[in-house]
């Protein structure tokens, strides 16, 4: 087995982990998409219906047929003929005219479910009821129900089809409706009729149903979000199975007689009416082929039939639906294309879709393949994306997601077969953006474990480098960790200084407790005979010595070339430089004073200053901390910077301590020639 290569600094964690990782990441998520659109949620229910609405409306279809035609009780009716319900004698007057012009079958969207009271003999006694008395009428009035028995007359004699309705509600049975079921050819495969079945109806007066011979409910299925796509066409009431007005309507005018309905594991599947298969969901409803929004059949208004405005043979061959869509009467309906569609024009579409027979269906096997669906493209959306980064998998997601839902489309158009993209596109979607997420985290980590590791190694060049100065000094380490404490003090005691707000940041102070050890890394570049001198230094030999700053900043900018102009060694540059500078300009080597000094050369000159006085050096002995304090407090506006004291002084027990906590534990020793310190400092920089 092959060990991971290092690379850099850093050595790469085992991609095949991070793979699993991910990978069980997708597929965990494409496991909670499908258990969700399992038992499918209202808002995905919502979601998917408005998915078919889109779909139906988009795809191809043939226009409206010329058969269906509405007649519609409209504004116009009512202005002339007055309010609704009209009389049942003008009702018989309009079914003759339509009987009349020729229609194949009348299908009326209402339900006569009691007595006309505007006959003469119910009105009269309503009166007596009213006032307590008898009221006599010379001449005939007619019998009882006048009314009724004139449209069960015209009933008797046309191709007539009654609506009622089955209640699912508080309603009470019925014990005399007269219905018309239909006789069923039933294939059954794996289990018993799935239909609705109805507790209660909301019929017909007995006299009508008996004189019209045909009936059919005029129920409609909304959806939960109360558009209607769908109507039963067949309902279950007493162990008889009944038809839909529009199917009603159908078989009247076509004088169909043979009707299968096929089921199989509890579940409808299709009606086939005269040889044509309507495929049904598993309780028996049609998903209805609405073609545009409302009016868009033939209407023809009661009142121009009523009053001979409507040509001859105008309804020949012709299937009629009589109802109205005055406003006020609750006669409208929201479809897929009009969120007010005229009720009586639900049926007429049901006609026509039965007729051309190009419904949309949804299969049993729909809500399985796209479980299934979701499965494979989650899957496959997790190999894709677990092995590629966002960028380059946002063209990939684009791609599945135009494929997904432009074959759906295509299935649509060209089969009429809804299958719903959403769940698919959940997982997709899903996976996509799980692992993009996971990607990044797991980038943001990698790149913080770099930049740890980074910053590690760049410590330990650092401190190596330092040390390496030191060690030609004859010094310890603990110079280095003092000095780069100090400034850290004096540092984060300064930052909220107004002058210096704007530069001493977490970063700043960060890079400068880093660096501090690399201010005297020029004493590489002095010669041992000068730099171990213990005694005092000749005027020759300090301005050798002095150069040290300039070997320190020389040696940095050649590194500070190969890392840019934003590289971190800048600060580095201007320890080495700048640290031996003074604030009345005296300092070396290029004699800066007050604000031209850089802010990490003023901090590294009281941090240095400092350790020197309170540390053995190889000329000199330690002084107490007390007279460090004091000397720097004389050098306060001519050596250091006013602010910069001012904050030492502020915070001198913590340079003490810092000096305690990093004391030198080894002496330090005369390498180049000799025991002892001298009892008196010699000239030379700190």
Partial sequence: MRRPRASGLLVRPPRRRALWRTGAAGIGFTL??????????????????????????????????????????????????????????????????????????????????????????????????????????????????????????????????????????????????????????????????????APAVVCNLPLFARAAGSSGFFNVAPDQDGTVRRVPLLIEYRGEFFPSLALAALIRARKESYITLESGDGAARRLIVGGRAIPLDARGNMLVRFRGPGHGYAYLSAAAVLEGRVPAGTLKNRIAFVGTTAAGLKELRATPFDPIFPGPEVHAAALDTLLQGDCPQRPRSAHGSELLAALVVGALATFVFSRSGAIAGLPLLMCGSAMLWGGAFWLFARAGIFISPLTPQAALAGAFALLSFLRFRQSEHDSAEFSRKLSLTQDVIIQSMAALAETRDNETGGHIQRTRHYVKVLAEALRAHPRFRGFLDDRSIELMYRLAPLHDIGKVGVRDSILLKPEELTREEFEEMKRHTLYGDSTLAMAERDLGEDSFLRIAREFALTHQEKWDGSGYPQGLSGERIPIAGRLMAVADVYDALVSRRIYKEPIPHERAVAILAEGRGTHFDPDMIDAFLAHQDQFKEIATRFADTAPVLNIAGGGRAPRSPPRRPP
């Fill in 32 to 197: 909670l998409v499908i258990a969700v659109a399992w038992r499918p949620p209202r808002t995905l229910q919502n979601s998917e219906s408005r998915v078919y609405d889109i779909f139906l409306r988009a795809a191809p279809h043939s226009p409206a047929g010329t058969v269906p035609v509405v007649v519609d009780i409209d504004e116009e009716s009512l202005a002339r003929y007055g309010q609704w319900p009209w009389p049942r004698y003008r009702l018989a007057q309009l079914l003759e005219r339509l009987r009349d012009l020729g229609a194949a079958a009348i299908a009326v969207d209402m339900v006569f479910a009691e007595p006309d009271r505007t006959s003469v003999p119910l009105l009269l006694r309503e009166i007596e009821r009213d006032l307590g008395v008898i009221m006599r009428v010379d001449g005939p009035v007619g019998g009882i129900g006048d009314n009724d028995r004139r449209l069960a007359e015209t009933l008797t004699n046309g191709p007539f089809t009654l609506g009622y309705s089955f209640d699912f509600g508080t309603a009470k049975p019925a014990t005399d409706c007269i219905l018309h079921p239909i006789t069923l050819h039933r294939v059954e495969r794996g289990g018993g009729m799935p239909l609705v079945r």
